[in-house]
């Protein structure tokens, strides 16, 4: 069974650093990953999927890897701001099934 | 764009009491999807249709029923509601069944069974 996991569960950081967030599944056998945004109260907003072929995909400040023989992404984020304050979910794709991590929640201090 | 809409918002059911939940999709996705959202627990999926005119089991399936009424609407049915049902209900839905595209997300209802 898959599993995916997210560490820490929470993170603070002053405005303006760059952050990596993290997240490790068990079986390498994925056709895409995808990262996730939600915000208090609000669904999940996609904002990167890459497929098991690619390596990385990048969309404004935010560039997130995959490295399927080691079983990890992360997700880049460039120059923090406080609007990028949210919790932060991959999931994997495999199967036809998407599995989820339980996300990481961002806090970025002004 | 509306996207995918959701409603009710928010609902107080009593043990027992049923009731359905509505979701419509306005960016003509195949496959629909009915997750819940509980702390600790991360995301867990109910049911979902791959295509108009099927549904099929999540992780999680038991105390609920699906209807794919057309396209566009897919709606999750809580025939006896349960406390343990207590949770954020969302729907989503995606181009290619299999999340081989991007999952589109409702804002979610927020239900409380007492």
């Known amino acids: 069974k898959q599993e995916v996991t997210q560490i820490p569960a929470a993170l603070s950081v002053p405005e303006g650093e760059n952050l990596v967030l993290n997240c490790s599944f068990t079986d390498s056998a994925i056709y895409n990953l995808q990262w996730f945004r939600q915000d208090p109260g609000k669904g999940l907003t996609s904002l990167l999927l890459i497929q098991s072929s690619q390596r990385e995909q990048t969309s404004g400040r935010l560039n997130a890897s995959l490295d399927k023989s080691s079983g990890r992404s992360t997700l880049y984020i460039a120059a923090s701001q406080p609007g990028d304050s949210a919790t932060y979910l991959c999931a994997v794709s495999a199967n036809s099934k998407l599995t989820f991590g339980k996300g990481i929640t961002l806090s970025v201090r002004p | 764009n509306a996207g995918v809409t959701q409603t009710p918002k928010f609902q107080v059911l009593k043990t027992g009491q049923s009731m359905t939940l509505q979701c419509a999709q306005d960016m003509n996705h195949n496959s629909m999807y009915w997750y819940r959202q509980d702390p600790g627990m991360g995301l867990r999926l109910i049911y979902y249709?791959?295509?108009?005119?099927?549904?099929d089991k999540g992780e999680v399936p038991n105390g609920y029923n699906v209807s794919r009424l057309n396209k566009r609407e897919f709606s999750l049915r809580l025939e006896s509601a349960a406390p343990s049902q207590t949770s954020v209900y969302f729907c989503?839905?995606?181009?290619?069944?299999?999340?081989?595209?991007?999952?589109?997300f409702g804002n979610g209802t927020r239900l409380t069974v007492t």
């Open positions: 249709s791959a295509s108009e005119g099927t549904t």
């Open positions: 989503a839905s995606n181009l290619l069944q299999g999340a081989r595209s991007p999952l589109h």
